[in-house]
């Protein structure tokens, strides 16, 4: 079996991605075509109105997840905190995927409500692309790059 170099991490705020929807969504690894019928029964399901982070709450959501990482000791190749969604592309540590996703979830979250920002503000769970060579590494690191101009960015090790 190959050795994991890192992954990417993929994870929405509450309410902007929803499934169903016309930028393609994905469950469980797999990646489905838009369907308008499931996006308008989910958006009837929504307990509060969707969260866009404004720049400065992207700012403080990069800052926790950097400090975050830092304190797990893993490098963060990548980063993308988007107004709707954050990609995080990191190094391999031996920690589960989901106790993973949760630091960094909840960082950004305390830091935010440090602010005001209260509710609840990212989706239940995440999507996950693992990178077993340097090419799936950079490759992933060059999307997050190249697709997120407007967002707030780590410098890329590449």
């Known amino acids: 079996m190959a050795k994991t170099l890192g992954y990417m991490i993929t994870f929405t705020t509450y309410g902007t991605w929803l499934q169903g929807d016309e930028r393609r969504f994905v469950k469980d690894g797999t990646t489905y075509a838009a369907n308008q019928a ?4 989910n958006k ?5 109105n969707p969260v866009r ?6 700012e403080i959501a990069s800052k926790a997840i950097f400090e975050k990482a830092n304190q797990q000791n893993q490098k963060v190749l990548a980063l993308a905190v988007c107004s709707n969604h954050v990609h995080i592309v ?5 920690i589960p995927m989901g106790k ?4 960094y979830k909840n960082a950004a979250q305390a830091a935010l ?3 005001g920002l209260t509710g ?13 060579d340097e090419q799936a590494l950079k490759s992933r690191i060059d999307y ?12 890329s090790i590449y």
């Open 38 to 41: 499931l996006t308008d029964s």
């Open 44 to 48: 009837q399901n929504l307990s509060k």
């Open 53 to 58: 982070l404004s720049k400065n709450h992207r």
């Open 90 to 94: 990191v190094d391999y540590v031996p």
């Open 100 to 103: 993973i996703v949760s630091y």
């Open 113 to 115: 409500r440090e602010i």
């Open 120 to 132: 609840r503000v990212w989706t239940k769970g995440f999507d996950k692309r693992y990178c077993f």
């Open 144 to 155: 997050v790059n190249s697709n997120h101009k407007d967002s707030i960015f780590s410098p």
